[in-house]
């Protein structure tokens, strides 16, 4: 078990680790000897890689990534701050599942998005696209060479993706003082010795890779017997590039319904372009009159994304 006077230290240094400047104004100024990496990395990974990583996904799926440490002097506290621009990848929650910080612990704070989810966010570290967590050990440290996970991170797509671009960092917050990195809001600590663990940091980037598929008009009324026809478009988002097969289906089934067709149905992209294919709905005098909902898809294997428009053939 912890002694008080151990315990009582320790929360003495990470409080100080959480003071507006992040500064840790009671500790000595000496310095661990190891100087590791905290790092931004893939979640499957809970190591560091070699040069920072560019990560790509598409729109619909969650991006979710691990902050890291490799080869740290012994610790047993962290107060760390990653920043995004919010406008295109949007923190939704942390995770400590799988940290070398495990139970028994205390979460000090944390805050997402400038909205406290344990303790308080600090202003002029904490913002829009910020997430902060300060964590230390009760009872035990980890030692050196220390690597593993330290939290995950959950991000959604902002909201201005393609207007504020395609394409966000993440980093790691500055504006902190007498931390791990002067100049940027890490601190990794020591509650044995009371030293401020030194680190190297190492952030990354995120372009989302996907594409959009539109349909115009998506609305229409014509007399059966006519063979309206529509643009399907197909956009890039990010660094998308590929080969999309288009193909339609048509409900509801009837004895007679329309029939469609795509010309081309195989269409490829290239970062930053727009292809477009044009559909033609055939109908003739036997065709049933009633409403349609023709479903454009799209496909390269791996996306799939889609677009309706609504037919009613009338008996004119």
Do not use: W
């Not at 959480?18 to 990974?45: E, F, H, N, Y």
């Not at 007399?223 to 048509?250: A, E, H, N, Q």
């Amino acid at each position: 078990m912890i002694s008080l006077s151990r315990y009582l230290a320790l929360l003495s240094i990470i409080f100080g680790v959480l003071s507006t400047s992040i500064a840790l104004p009671a500790l000595p100024i000496s310095r661990a000897q190891t100087v590791g990496k905290v790092c931004v990395a893939d979640i499957s990974s809970t190591s560091c890689p070699s040069t920072p990583p560019s990560f790509t996904g598409p729109l619909d799926k969650p991006p979710q990534f691990a902050v890291n440490i490799q080869n740290s002097d012994r610790f047993n506290a962290f107060d760390i701050s990653v920043k995004t621009n919010a406008g295109i990848l949007n923190p939704v929650s942390l995770d400590l599942a799988g940290s070398l910080i495990h139970d028994p612990r205390i979460i000090i704070s944390e805050c997402v998005n400038n909205q406290p989810v344990i303790g308080s966010c600090r202003s002029g570290i904490d913002d829009y696209g910020v997430v902060s967590l300060a964590v230390t050990a009760l009872g035990y440290d980890v030692e050196a060479p220390a690597s593993g996970r330290l939290f995950s991170i959950t991000y959604n797509t902002g909201d201005f993706v393609g207007v504020l671009g395609d394409s966000s960092t993440i980093e790691f917050q500055t504006g902190c003082t007498n931390t791990s990195n002067d100049g940027s809001c890490v601190t990794i600590a020591d509650g044995t010795t009371g030293a401020t663990v030194p680190e190297t940091l190492q952030g990354a980037t995120f372009t989302f890779r996907d594409f959009g598929l539109g349909v115009s008009p998506d609305f229409q009324i014509i007399k059966k017997g006519s063979s309206p026809t529509f643009t399907v478009t197909l956009t890039t988002v990010g660094d998308y590039s590929g080969t999309v097969r288009l193909s339609t289906s048509i409900s509801p089934i009837t004895t007679h319904p329309p029939t469609s067709s795509l010309v081309p149905m195989t269409l490829t992209l290239s970062p930053g372009s727009t292809s477009t294919s044009t559909l033609t709905v055939t109908t003739t005098r036997s065709t049933s009159v009633g409403r349609y909902i023709i479903t454009i898809t799209g496909t390269d294997g791996v996306l799939t994304r889609s677009a309706s428009l609504t037919l009613f053939v009338e008996n004119r």
